[in-house]
């Protein structure tokens, strides 16, 4: 696969390659070869800021906080994925039918979309988790975050759907006696597919902010070591008024990071559709400079025809 | 000098054609029209949001309702007007759930939420009524601050892409913009409550002060809230600024604004006054849907500060495992939420009349 021109994009993606790394191979050696431990309480080590032995510090109870940023991201990562699944193909079924099916059948699922868009997500969310009580996992708590998270993405693939409606291959499609769902699995999925992986990618990184504020206030799983997890033990051992900085910022700074990489790439991409958005290219700018320079330095040198030329380049 | 009308409901209203007072009438009924079915709308979600209400702990595993009971009982005894209520509440084992719909709604109805766990033996209605307000006050002011911060910032950098201006402040809000809420929280209570000690670091007022419209009061509350509403505006800042900047590049490019900057306007005035008008609208069709957003990032922000709104009660709530309060904040912010939804929508209606035009 080529990754695109754009450096916005690029950037973005490598971020995410690599966190995906951190979590498929980083416990391994942080355990294995580093020999630290997300869970061994060490109370003589407790609240250490950070140092050889322990990088990024230690927790109130002497954990090691490193240790628990790489373990973490796996849960994190995997919660985020999961959920972005469940969302994204929740948003594509509701969307895409809607838009090519039109007439009632769109008519109930763009009311039913609208419904769940309006209504607010996290206290939804949170109601439900607690409900729940960590029963099951990060799993559930996956799937509650998807099942809540889809109406964004349905809105903008019902959009997309509906401007490929009439296209002369969905068309052709219709006519050669593909039935509906032949023809919104076969043509119009693929052709959308582009749109599906970005907003995947979106539906990503909002599930794993979902999944660390719900942890952050308790619910999900906290006994399981993940960002969220972090954050809601630092928040507890008070790590903010005793000013272990190195407690939470870490976990909040790998989400941050992630947020911001998903930013670029839709950024990025942004700018690939509409050319106006991007800033001129520097053998553009760099020419205007130079104009400018000559301009300024003729001026200097001949003050009393510089209104002229002044007058000649305007 | 008229600034460029682009819809021709709004150019008959103004025209002093023969058959304007027609014209007219038509387009306050179909304004009417517009509201109605605003109304109607988010008269379905609200129906929704109760309707929710009602099934999620009946969809739960167990009988949330015994086990409140039972929970409840440890503290103190319950009569048996409470005892019927959170039945009625939470689900009474046997009967038809339709009964039980219809009991349920008769009592949310009369805003008997039942009683609070967390805050024993408070009715769960008394208690949301002292945190709502803070909510509404903190999410009205800073959703309006950032949408006009945002937007104003948003109309600069688009006119002119690749400006100092521009390739500064746009990766910067954008970078703010893609961070967790309550992390930002998180380092403004560090940075400025702890290190610093400039603001307190939590809490809605002084502890010491009987609430008031008394000075010291007032300005108590105002220091409290100041980094809780930096949080909120500097972190949703950055979707209006982009949005506003990528409708900005598009419009400038449209042969009314050159006209504009042909006739000698000053750049200000062609930017704010012709581009901006138009490129505005899908922001201010935007900031309804931004509502339930906003709220939901303020919940956890207000957690991190103990602010004494909504979120911190269900945090409290949550904690413990206080399901009336729990539920009723849900019904509370939802309707919250979609009530500021129709106000927002009806604004849009009005300044847009396109908006009324199609079917929604």
Known sequence: MKLPGNPKVRIGICVFAFFALVALVGPYVVQNLMGLSPSDV?????MQGPSGAHPLGTTATGEDVLAQLVVGSRVSLLVGLVAGLVTTALSVLVGVAGGYLGGRADSVLTVLTNICLVIPGMP??????SYVQGRGGWLTVALII??????????QKRAQTLSLRHRDFVTAAEMTGESRWGVITRELIPSLAPIISVSFLGAVVGSMFADAGLSFIGLGNINITSWGSMLYWAQNGSALTRGAWWWFVPPGACIAVIGVA????NFGIDEISNPRLRKPPKKVRDRAEAAKLRRRTEERAEPATAPKAQEATS | MAVPVINPAGAADAAPAPDGRRAGRAARLRSVRYIVRRLGFYACAAWIAVTLNFLIPRLMPGDPASALIAQMQQKQALSGDQVASIYRLFGTPGEPLWNQYVTYLGQVAHFDFGISVA???TPVWEVIRTGLPWTIGLVGLTAILSFLIGTAAGVVSGSRVGSRFDSVVTPASMFLGSLPYFWVALLLVMAFGVQLGWLPIGGGYDGDLVPSFSGPFLASVVSHGILPALTMVVSSLGGWLVGMRNMMVTTVSEDYVLLARAKGLSKGRVM??????????PSVAGFALTIGTVVSGQLLVEIVFAYPGVGYLLYQAVSSVDYPLMQALFLNVSLSVLAANFL?????????????ETRS
Request: charged share 15%; proline share 6%; glycine share 8%.
């Open chain 1, 262 to 265: 998903a930013g670029l790439i």
């Open chain 1, 42 to 46: 060490h109370t003589a080590d407790a």
């Open chain 1, 146 to 155: 998807g099942l809540t998270a889809w109406p964004w993405g349905a809105r």
């Open chain 2, 272 to 281: 704010f006054q012709y581009a901006a008008r138009n490129a505005v609208l």
């Open chain 2, 344 to 356: 927002a929508d009806s604004v849009y209606g009005l300044i847009d009349p396109r908006a009324r």
């Open chain 2, 119 to 121: 805050y024993y033996p």
């Open chain 1, 124 to 129: 939804l969310l949170i109601i439900i988790a």
